[in-house]
């Protein structure tokens, strides 16, 4: 059974570096033809795809969060990040990471239980 675990601090200030780590146990990053991905969802709206990172390490991003978005892993750990820069208040929501079988939106087959993320001064 994969688990996924998002970790992260919930508050962030304005204009710095959203960063959080999502932790993968009972599988690898790296098993063939799996998309490692960062969800989120503002309050009151719907679920926003921000980007994947395949088993082979390319990387795919929302083109409308592509300047400020990257995606990283750390093999040895199984585990990927997410950076997200120059966050604003709209930047506030509940960040999830899933495992899928594309990249980009699709049908996640495992989910982490979400981590609030909200970015006030």
């Known amino acids: 059974q994969v688990q996924l675990q998002e970790s992260g601090p919930g508050l962030v200030k304005p204009s710095q570096t959203l960063n959080l780590t999502c932790t993968v146990s009972g599988g690898s990053i790296t098993t063939d033809n799996c998309y490692w991905s960062w969800l989120r969802q503002p309050p009151g709206k719907g679920l926003e795809w921000i980007g994947s990172i395949a088993y082979s390490g390319s990387t795919y991003y929302s083109p409308s969060l592509k300047s400020r978005t990257s995606i990283s892993r750390d093999t040895s750990k199984n585990q990927f990040t997410l950076q997200l820069s120059s966050v604003t208040p709209e930047d506030t929501a509940m960040y999830y990471c899933?495992?899928?079988?594309?990249?980009?939106?699709?049908?996640?087959?495992?989910w982490g239980q979400g981590t609030q993320v909200t970015v006030s001064s």
């Open positions: 899933t495992r899928g079988l594309v990249a980009g939106p699709n049908d996640y087959d495992y």
